[in-house]
């Protein structure tokens, strides 16, 4: 688009150009010789990059005004078409998510004194994971937060109005707090962010989570935020997962665990093949 863009403003530089210049012809003869219409062109193109220079007529102000665009335009457009590279090029998104989000009982959460807590409570909890995918990038000091976005009939006139909600998630201690941080994030590792809900959750979508009632409300959504930083690099990282209530971005159940094995690849870890599945529902005994 940029260069579709320099190739359009050099053919009406070239066309003004060739329409202000000091010549015996007239203008249908200027325009008749498209060779040289082509050739102002070109040069305006090459000057628009930076590569070339135009020779304006000494005393033609048009002419002076033309070049100099072009000089301006050939000293920035450079450096734009390098920071789009780079943009592209270095823009960091080092984090995969797991496909869907799951619900479990609250005493699936990977913390003893939360699961006792909630040993006989029918409460459900959601889990959002994710993974560093770099090899060789570092991340640290990662924060994650949960927020709720719905909308919901204004009590005045009717009209849908935006509300957010900054959900709780479970910290490292397994207790409510607004974020969860961990000091380092290996290279591969899954993460977990634990949202209670604080209600049963017995079907799909759920209409209820810690203490708002969904019922009435349109186009739930949950975000998770996560921000870090790179080791050497020394550049933040963001990046955030969208999950909607009612488009199946949620399912019942508890993901499939990954089998750490220090003396293994991370890569080679048992439970990858199942990282977007669930573990099967547990049988039920059999009665003598």
Do not use: C
Not at 36 to 63: C, K, M, Q, W, Y
Not at 85 to 94: C, G, Y
Not at 126 to 153: C, G, K, P
């Amino acid at each position: 688009m940029t260069l579709a863009a320099l190739a359009v403003f050099s053919v009406l530089i070239g066309v003004v150009w060739t329409l202000t210049e000091s010549s015996p012809r007239s203008v249908e003869e200027r325009f008749t010789d498209v060779e040289g219409v082509l050739d102002i062109s070109l040069t305006v193109l090459r000057a628009g990059v930076g590569t070339d220079n135009l020779d304006p007529e000494p005393h033609s102000t048009t002419h002076q005004l033309l070049a100099t665009l072009a000089s301006v335009t050939g000293a920035l457009a450079p450096a734009v078409l390098l920071g789009i590279v780079v943009i592209k090029m270095f823009a960091l998104r080092p984090f995969v998510w797991r496909e869907k989000a799951s619900i479990s009982h609250a005493w699936t959460a990977d913390f003893p004194g939360y699961a006792r807590e909630h040993a006989e409570s029918q409460a459900a909890i959601i889990a959002v994971r994710f993974y560093n995918r770099f090899d060789n990038l570092s991340v640290v000091d990662l924060r994650a937060r949960a927020h709720l976005r719905y909308l919901e009939r204004s009590p005045h006139d009717g009209s849908l109005v935006i509300y957010k909600k900054w959900l709780k998630v479970l910290d490292e201690k397994g207790q409510p707090a607004d974020e969860r941080y961990w000091l380092a994030v290996e290279r591969g590792a899954p993460f977990t962010v634990w949202i209670p809900v604080g209600a049963p959750v017995p079907e799909l979508p759920f209409t209820e989570i810690q203490e708002k009632d969904l019922s009435r409300s349109y186009g739930v959504k949950l975000l998770v935020r996560l921000t870090a930083r790179t080791v050497r690099l020394g550049t933040e990282v963001a990046d955030e997962r969208w999950f909607d209530v009612d488009e199946g971005d949620f399912e019942l159940g508890r993901f499939v665990p990954l089998q750490p094995d220090l003396e293994r690849d991370v890569w080679t870890w048992e439970g990858w093949d199942g990282f977007d599945e669930l573990l099967p529902p547990p049988t039920a005994p059999e009665e003598d």
